[in-house]
Nanobody
Framework: EVQLVESGGGLVQAGGSLRLSCAVS????????YSWFRQVPGKGREGVSC????????YYTDSIKGRFTISSDRARNTVYLQMNSLKPEDTAVYYC????????????????WGQGTQVTVSS
């Protein structure tokens, strides 16, 4: 059974930091690229960042460049999103998703999804 389990969300003040984790099981970790998406009520999912080990590449949406960093740990089968200088507009449910073999921006192509973790940034 494929599982992507996010953790690390919570309530933080503007300017603060959080680190999201996505623990991956049931697939061959190195065969996939991993993205973080976020969603607020009433809107579609927004791609935030993606990491592709096979390409050796990372991607970030413009609104979070310089503040968020995506990384992965093959030994732990875990993907991380370090979020610094958080803003109230970063408030959303954050989802981890897996796609083989490369990053794409369209969420409809992703094979596997986590359940999401809530991030709330207060002003």
């Amino acid at each position: 059974e494929v599982q992507l389990v996010e953790s690390g969300g919570g309530l933080v003040q503007a300017g603060g930091s959080l680190r999201l984790s996505c623990a991956v099981s049931g697939i061959t970790f190195e065969n996939y690229a991993y993205s973080w998406f976020r969603q607020v009520p009433g809107k579609g999912r927004e791609g935030v960042s993606c990491i592709s080990r096979s390409e050796g590449s990372t991607y970030y949406t413009d609104s979070i460049k310089g503040r968020f960093t995506i990384s992965s740990d093959r030994a732990r089968n875990t993907v991380y999103l370090q979020m610094n200088s958080l803003k109230p507009e970063d408030t959303a449910v954050y989802y981890c998703a897996a796609i083989s073999p490369y990053c794409v921006g369209d969420d409809s192509y992703y094979d596997h999804w986590g359940q999401g973790t809530q991030v709330t940034v207060s002003s």
